[in-house]
Structures are given as C-alpha cells and as structure tokens.
C-alpha cells in the first residue's frame, strides 16, 4: 500500500508550518510529560516539567521524519530503530547539559545495565523501541486529525509490520 499525501487548499505556508510545528510540539511534549509523570510517580519520584519541551522535540522530530519520502517507504523496524536512536541522542545530550553541568538530577541510570554516563541505558532503549511504532502511529494521527494532512495507518498494522519486518 503506497501512502497519500493530501494537500488541502495548497501547500502550507512557512508561518502554517511553523504553528504546525509548535502545537506538535506541545500535544506531544504534554502527553510524553504527562506518561513520564506517570511513571515516576508510581515508582516514587516526580516528573520534571523540562520534560515537556524534551518530549515535545522527541515527538516531532520523530514525526517530521514521516515526511521525508525515503524514511516513510523503510520497514518498520528500521523507522523504530532510528526513531529510537533520535530519542537517546537528545535524552543523552539533555541529560548532560541537565543533570551534569547544572547538576538538576532530573534523572540518574547509572544503576542501569548498559547505561551511558547515568544518562541513557539499554533497558529504557528497548522500551523506546518497543514505543516507537506508537509514537510515528500518533504523529501521523494527529496531522492527519489536525489538518487532513497525510493517510494514517491503524496502529495494529503499524505493530504488525514491526514484528513482521513489513512497510507501511
């Protein structure tokens, strides 16, 4: 199955985009926020509201890769594993500047196997990965609820595919 892209009333102009971008940004960094908060909270700790824009830069760039025609035509697997990496780069990075030299201890892995200065580890990586599906799942769902823009697939197939090494 080939995806379509729609364009309703013309191409977006650069300020549409740039509003596009900035309300992505913030449905995906409050609801990233709002899991993290989630999760700490039912293992003791807070979330941090420097998430929120963390999540949101996660959330798009994951999300603007769907437009690059050469991304969106890879095996699923392949989407995740980059989308993956997209995110552990930017926590890795965030987490330096963050928790190392402001010293806001945000977060610590350094108890975790596989981690990388107690900023990344493995086994949050696998959960990024096994999320990951539903992330490009809910960007894709979100412009197209948003702005009619692009096809969006159902988030079972998109797993299926995962699992089956298949493309969207």
Avoid at 66 to 95: D, N, W
Wanted: net charge positive; glycine share 12%.
């Amino acid at each position: 199955m080939h995806r379509v892209h729609l364009r309703i009333a013309g191409r977006p102009s650069r300020l549409q985009n740039s509003l596009r971008f900035l309300i992505l940004w913030m449905i995906t960094g409050m609801l990233y926020y709002t899991v993290e908060g989630i999760w700490r909270i039912g293992n003791g700790g807070w979330a941090n509201i420097v998430m929120l824009p963390i999540g949101g830069l996660c959330g798009v760039l994951v999300g603007s890769l769907h437009k690059i025609p050469r991304f969106y035509s890879m095996r699923v697997i392949t989407q995740a594993l980059l989308g993956t990496c997209i995110v552990l780069t930017i926590e890795l990075l965030t987490g330096i500047v963050l928790n190392r030299w402001l010293g806001l201890q945000i977060w610590d892995y350094t108890g975790q196997p596989g981690n990388i200065m107690g900023q990344i580890c493995l086994p949050y990586g696998v959960l990024w990965f096994a999320i990951m599906p539903f992330t490009i799942w809910l960007e894709d769902r979100l412009r197209w609820s948003l702005w009619r823009e692009g096809s969006p697939y159902s988030l079972g197939d998109i797993y299926k595919k995962l699992w089956t090494g298949g493309r969207l």
